[in-house]
Structures are given as C-alpha cells and as structure tokens.
C-alpha cells in the first residue's frame, strides 16, 4: 500500500523509524510531544501536524509509536486524537509496546469508524530502529496485513504476522521475557567468572562459539564488560513491560518462575537504585556492585 503515512511519537525508536519511512518516499507528516525531532524531520522533508487528529486526517496509514498503554490510548481516543480525524477506510499501526487487553479494545473502537488497527511492536532496540532492522511482530486483520507491509518493509526486515488482534502484544510479551531473563543470566554468568577469576571477556568469547551464544550475549555481554549503559533501551521501559509481561501470564494461568526474579530485578533497578534511565543491560549493576 503506498499513500500518505503520519507517525506519532518520535523518541529513541520512532525518530529513526520515521526516517526510514520518509527514506522509502512515503509521504510524511509527524506529530510528537518533544518539539525537536519534530523540527528536524520537517527540515529533511516530512510535513508538521499539531495534534493527532490534524494527522489522522491527512494520512493513510497511521503509524504510533508510544511509550506506554495509557499514551496510546489518550492518542488514539482522546478528545483529538486519531479517532477524531481518520477516515473511514484508513490503517492505524501501533507499533508501541503495551497491554493486549487494552489494544484488542482500542482496535474494537476503531473498527467502529471502519478504521482498521493492527498492533505491531518491534524488537531490536535502537540500533535495530536505526539500521531498519527490527523484528516486527503483528497482530491483526490478514487484509489490512498486507496493506500495511510495505510500511513496516521500510522500517523491518524480519516482519511476522502471528495472528488476530492483540497477538503482536502477546508475542512481544514473550520476546520481552526472554530478553530480561536473558540479560539477568548473562550478566549472572559473566560476575560468577570476575568473582572466580577467571577473565569474563575470555569466558564471553567462549560462550559465543557455543550453545549459550546469543545476539544479548553478543551486545548486552559486551556492554557489561565495558560497564556502559547508556541507554538503547531503558530499563524503566523494561520495567514496564515486566509488567505486561507478569498481567499476561496471570490472565493466561502460565507460570513464569524464572521472569519472576528477573521482574523483581527490574524493580530493584529502577526504584531502589535510581537507574531506571539506564541501559537494561544494567541489571548487571545490581550484581557486581557497581
């Protein structure tokens, strides 16, 4: 589908999903609350609206990319917000990470104004944000799927249609639990090496090679060895999503011993050691005393 796109919300992740799209020749217009990167497309060619329902009605397609459920849903359904201004007939991409419940919701109010939603949240950090390389997990409609694919082409390479509404939030639930009890276990592996004396570079180029190679291992292992954390992807964020994470697994009956510690190791970092803007690679910090 080619058409006008509008994008809302351009942070760590969105401003350079943003550019991709307006790399890719789409026709753009932006909106976000930070009056900066808002500017700076504007400068490289994307139009300006001054709210979302400006927005919604000079686009197509409607990308957001939001930090949390309740920013999504005041985007989407506020006074002017994107329900305000979409025409019937147009996409809504919500590619945020936030609670299924409420996104299976959002997209029933949609649906109502002959608006379709697909939820569409990503994996990759920014770096992945910045490459247009991220992973993208997609829920929703198999018609208003296939509309929206050359939009998330321009911004992913590895892009997965898993099911109905709701199901993009759910698998990036998983994808998210995987990551913090990865990063946990690294981080666990790599004090349990300097506390032995064994050099943790050494016993990460190791683990490469093997079983216990991963992309977190690789990036994230890295990271700790150099002890810098600045922020691809905050760990209050993290924390957030441990969040989701825990909600979903309640409502599904599934046990989650093990992202259970990992959740309290988030919360830990964030409140008690006031790190929350750090990179979520500093759950290391808890354990070596940094």
């Known amino acids: 589908m080619g058409g006008r796109v509008g994008f ?20 753009l217009t932006v909106h976000s609350r930070s009056p900066g990167p808002v500017d700076a497309l504007v400068e490289a060619g994307a139009g300006r609206a001054s709210s979302p329902a400006e927005l ?7 990308v957001t ?23 019937a007939g147009s996409l809504v991409i919500d590619m945020s990470t936030i609670d299924p419940g409420p996104t299976r919701a959002i997209a029933a109010q949609l649906a109502a104004r002959d608006v379709d939603m697909l939820d569409a949240p990503v994996s990759g950090g920014e770096r992945g944000a910045i490459d247009g390389t991220l992973s993208i997990m997609v829920g929703g409609a198999d018609e208003a799927f296939a ?3 050359p939009v998330l082409q321009a911004m992913g390479k590895n892009i997965v249609h898993v099911g109905p509404s709701g199901a993009g939030q759910i698998t990036k639930a998983c994808n998210q639990l995987v990551v913090a009890a990865t990063i946990e276990t690294v981080a666990e592996a790599l004090v349990l090496a300097e506390r032995s004396g064994v050099d943790a570079a050494k016993v990460r180029e190791a683990l490469l090679g093997g079983l216990a190679g ?25 924390r957030k999503d441990a969040r989701i994470v825990l909600d979903a697994a309640r409502a599904a009956g599934s046990p989650i011993p ?10 830990r970092l964030v409140d008690d050691a006031d790190r929350g803007d750090l990179d979520h690679s500093a759950l290391f910090t808890l354990l070596d005393g940094a």
Do not use: C, N, W, Y
């Open 56 to 62: 919604a009605l000079t686009s197509d397609v409607v």
């Open 214 to 238: 991963s992309k977190i291992l690789e990036v994230h292992g890295q990271r700790m060895l150099d002890r810098a954390f600045e922020p691809g992807f905050r760990a209050r964020l993290h």
């Open 65 to 87: 990319m939001l930090p949390d459920t309740p920013d999504v849903e005041h985007v989407m359904l506020g006074d002017d917000g994107v329900i305000a201004g979409a025409a």
């Open 8 to 27: 809302i919300g351009l942070g760590i992740m969105g401003a350079p999903m943003a550019r991709h799209l307006l790399a890719a020749g789409f026709p």
């Open 258 to 267: 093990a992202f259970e510690v990992v959740a309290a190791q988030l919360d």
């Open 147 to 149: 509309r929206a694919t």
